[in-house]
């Protein structure tokens, strides 16, 4: 006698696997590729086929069903893991990074299974009302792309989500932008006759005229200086982090890249810097407070109270400096009735990039200009070469004004 076929409440045929509980609710359960018994539940028939096609796909294609259903914080936590071969301030960046934006957002507690292209791009839209900036969304663009991709690695999701989220607001990032020539005089001449300032105008006249990223900066030893042979040796950074969950401390840590460990010429105007920075020292006493870091003392740029260049700090001091002159040159301006000549925001980024654009201005060809940058592609030394020769063309082209007569 042949078995009678099971039905649901309104008389439609089961397939295998399918049933209906007592609440309504239908029921798929199915054997994994471990072996383990796995179930998926519906409201409606419709609904739960659907569950049962994808299920049979992900079977089909090798994808591991059942790692889908982890929250993107769960997953995230797996992820992190499984990182090993990243520096210590890399790794706090990530979860850093995650903790402020990501984990609190309704991404964060999606299933990884369940994440479309549209709920990243509505994260991304949310941090943009609140204000962050396209560069930083980039950057949690990293950290999100490179975490679901691991989650499409290891057969526990089909395809990326974050993968293309980002179109339109790359639209919106705009190009770090080199000081002009007189903004950056402007800048100096400002920061150099201020009595609140002027302590700092050392340090940013040798950000100017070395290209150093804001670590290599807090870095540098008086050792690494050779006076006598005018040379710079680049031989570490300086981070400010929480790297060991115990509070934030200053931590010696290797170069960015293998390029980052280079020796360049100490400039006349670089030199003139540091002797003033000397001048400073001695005169606050700052040498008396220093405490060592990693067993290294003798540090080139120190705070007024002996401790050691964080990087945040030069960039507190380039926001107030640039805010203090724009509020002077308003009120002047106002009052000699004229447009005020307000400078743009400044950091210690755009430092080194003002220093990458004169360089290539002056002629430095670009081999040389990438070993002083420390530049492990040369790519990003010929990004400042062809903006430079955009500007060259439109200064040029200027030129021919009026070759041509019109009545």
Not at 344 to 361: D, V, Y
Request: proline content about 2%; some cysteine; hydrophobic content about 35%.
């Amino acid at each position: 006698m042949a078995r009678a076929k099971r039905v649901d409440n309104k008389g439609r045929v089961l397939r295998v696997g399918e049933s209906q509980n007592k609440d309504g609710r239908y029921c798929y359960k199915w054997t994994d590729s471990n072996g383990k018994r796995s179930a998926v539940y519906a409201l409606t028939l419709a609904e739960l086929r659907k569950k049962e096609e994808q299920i049979k796909r992900d079977q089909m294609d090798g994808i591991y069903t059942k790692g889908g259903n982890l929250t993107l914080n769960e997953f995230f936590r797996l992820f992190m893991s499984t990182k090993k071969n990243i520096r210590d301030s890399t790794r706090c960046n990530y979860k850093s990074y995650w903790k402020n934006a990501i984990a609190p957002s309704a991404l964060g507690i999606m299933k990884i299974s369940e994440i479309k292209q549209i709920h990243v791009k509505r994260l991304y839209a949310d941090l943009l009302e609140k204000g962050y900036s396209p560069g930083t969304i980039r950057a949690y663009h990293i950290i999100l792309s490179e975490c679901l991709q691991a989650a499409v690695d290891s057969d526990m999701i089909r395809k990326n989500p974050a993968k293309g989220s980002r179109k339109g607001i790359d639209k919106e990032v705009s190009r770090k932008r080199a000081l002009t020539i007189e903004e950056q005089e402007i800048m100096l001449e400002f920061t150099r006759k201020s009595n609140s300032y002027k302590i700092h105008y050392p340090l940013i006249v040798f950000a100017l005229s070395t290209g150093l990223r804001v670590g290599e900066l807090g870095g540098l030893l008086w050792d690494d200086i050779d006076l006598e042979k005018n040379m710079i040796h680049v031989r570490r950074q300086l981070v400010y982090r929480n790297l060991d969950g115990t509070g934030c401390k200053f931590h010696i840590q290797p170069l960015k890249t293998e390029a980052g460990e280079r020796d360049i010429p100490l400039t006349k105007i670089a030199k003139k810097a540091l002797m003033k920075q000397r001048e400073y020292d001695l005169l606050l006493g700052k040498r008396a407070k220093e405490q060592p870091v990693a067993g290294l003392k003798n540090f080139v740029f120190l705070n007024h109270q002996g401790n050691q260049l964080a990087p945040q700090v030069l960039d507190s001091a380039l926001r107030n400096i640039i805010k203090a002159y724009n509020k002077k040159e308003l009120k002047q301006a106002d009052k000699e009735h004229r447009e005020p000549f307000l400078l743009p925001h400044i950091s210690a980024h755009i430092l080194r990039h003002t220093f990458c654009t004169r360089a290539a201005e002056s002629g430095v060809d670009v081999k040389s200009l990438q070993y002083i940058m420390g530049h492990a592609d040369i790519t990003m030394t010929m990004e400042r070469y062809n903006h430079v020769d955009e500007v060259r063309v439109q200064n040029e082209m200027s030129k021919t004004e009026g070759i041509v007569k019109i009545g």
